[in-house]
T-cell receptor, first 114, second 114 residues
């Protein structure tokens, strides 16, 4: 079965510093990959999704970017963090073929920008 | 476009009482519907889903939800809640027609009171 690894679990960064959050998937090939942000009282906001290596779609304009250098690796980045980037970031995937209709989530990264 | 509305942001309920968490969606195409549960500082876990067939779907821990196409609803119910049900619950919609993009509601915080 598939497993999603996210790290770090918690991160505190100063405003203006860079960011790199990594997500890797095990147990499946060619998944669709997603980055969500969860802010208090606002539910989950889809930030990026990817259907393959190097293919990134952005849902909202923002200070963040995403990359998919390998099939099962999805990276969320920023050159300069803003206070508004604080939140709980979740990586997720859907499988190819049977079972592709549901999302599997990683355990998340709590980012605090101070 | 698809969207999900969860009208109740917080639902307190006494232990062993019944509960209903409301979810309404809007979509112009056929939909898949989901309920996810999030325990503190964790990612989301799939609770139950509706893809097709029977409009009443059940989870292994006593929750059920009914797809009502005419009312565009997918309310979550449990006849008797436990302390361990305290968590954040998210309703989500996707569609086989829109490339596995998932849209989430803002969540309902269920607190079970002893």
């Amino acid at each position: 079965s598939q497993t999603i690894h996210q790290w770090p679990a918690t991160l505190v960064q100063p405003v203006g510093s860079p960011l790199s959050l990594e997500c890797t998937v095990e147990g499946t090939s060619n998944p669709n990959l997603y980055w969500y942000r969860q802010a208090a009282g606002r539910g989950l906001q889809l930030l990026f999704y990817s259907v393959g290596i190097g293919q990134i779609s952005s849902e909202v304009p923002q200070n963040l970017s995403a990359s998919r250098p390998q099939d099962r690796q999805f990276i969320l980045s920023s050159k300069k963090l803003l206070l508004s980037d604080s939140g709980f970031y979740l990586c997720a995937c859907t499988l190819r073929g049977a079972g592709n209709e549901k999302l599997f989530f990683g355990s998340g990264t709590q980012l605090s920008v101070l | 476009a698809q969207s999900v509305t969860q009208l109740d942001s917080q639902v307190p309920v006494f232990e062993e009482a019944p509960v209903e968490l409301r979810c309404n969606y809007s979509s112009s195409v056929s939909v898949y519907l989901f309920w996810y549960v999030q325990y503190p500082n964790q990612g989301l876990q799939l609770l139950l889903k509706y893809l097709s067939g029977s409009t009443l779907v059940e989870s292994i821990n006593g929750f059920e939800a009914e797809f009502n196409k005419s009312q565009t609803s997918f309310h979550l119910r449990k006849p008797s809640v436990h302390i361990s049900d305290t968590a954040e619950y998210f309703c989500a919609v996707s569609s086989p027609n829109t490339g596995n993009q998932f849209y989430f509601g803002t969540g309902t915080s269920l607190t079970v009171i002893p």
